[in-house]
């Protein structure tokens, strides 16, 4: 799950993004997390010392060999900001015919999940800790990916803090460059005017097209793939929505 630790930061130049629309196509920089302070737990802290060896992969300007990587050539998912892990974990638990890549730059969340893959032999997982436009940019290139999540992004509620949000046109227009003609993006979040705001947005970008429901305003049914988290299954039990959005290559 993304956290507000994948929030992208703002422009360096803080006039220009005052100006800005939640959408502006100029930003020059695009990061995927703003970096927070966190502590972890001493199981945290051994997860990457015995585990990081073997799950850890790190940032490299270079291409990376993906087949060496996981020790495997399988479609290659990538996930970008995956909280503490949770979801992650079961996903690739039942999608073991698939690599899953998972970009996070939360130190206690990257130790959770290290400690799910170690204890619960999750081979399919390898974790960058670094900003994902940077790792699709040299270390996987275009057309190298058969799928992207992107779980509940932070929504930034408050107006003057929506040009802070992840789903923006130049951010989509540069990830779709990345997926494989035939592979797919799978966004979700429970905040409603995020989600209409990112099925703009994508919707705009030629190289996506929707495989959702038309009735259902474009939105997809949620994948049996996507497991519902604590925190999903009581926002739904007090009434609130979860939103989903599948969109493929062309």
Same mark, same amino acid.
């Given at each position: ?74 479609? @290659?998912?990538? /996930? ?6 949770? %979801?992650?974990? #079961? ?6 015919? +698939? *690599?899953? @890549?998972?970009? /996070? ?6 130790? %959770?999940?290290? #400690? ?6 999750? +081979? *399919? ?126």
């Amino acid at each position: 799950m993304t956290t507000p630790e994948n929030a992208p930061l703002l422009p360096a130049n803080p006039s220009a993004t005052e100006q800005a629309a939640p959408d502006a196509p100029f930003m020059r920089t695009i990061k995927t997390y703003v970096l927070r302070a966190g502590r972890m737990g001493s199981g945290q802290v051994r997860a990457f010392e015995q585990f990081g060896p073997k799950f850890l992969i790190p940032y490299s300007p270079e291409r990376l060999d993906v087949q060496a990587a996981f020790g495997r050539t399988a479609p @290659l998912i990538l /996930e970008i900001g995956f909280g503490m892990g949770d %979801a992650t974990a #079961k996903i690739a638990q039942v999608r073991p015919d +698939d *690599n899953f @890549l998972c970009c /996070e730059v939360h130190e206690p969340g990257v130790g %959770a999940l290290l #400690k799910r893959c170690g204890e619960e032999h999750i +081979d *399919n997982i390898r974790i960058v800790r670094h900003d994902a436009i940077e790792v699709m940019d040299h270390m996987l290139g275009t057309d190298s990916l058969d799928g992207v999540h992107i779980f509940f992004p932070d929504p930034w509620h408050k107006s003057r803090h929506h040009k802070r949000r992840l789903i923006q046109s130049p951010f989509i227009h540069r990830l779709a460059q990345h997926i494989k003609p035939g592979g797919y993006l799978h966004l979700a979040t429970d905040w409603q005017p995020y989600a209409e705001q990112m099925m703009q947005v994508i919707s705009a970008e030629p190289l996506l097209a929707n495989t959702g429901d038309a009735a259902q305003g474009g939105f997809a049914a949620k994948p049996d793939y996507r497991p519902l988290t604590k925190f999903e299954n009581r926002g739904l039990k007090l009434g609130h929505g979860v939103w989903d959005l599948v969109f493929r290559r062309v």
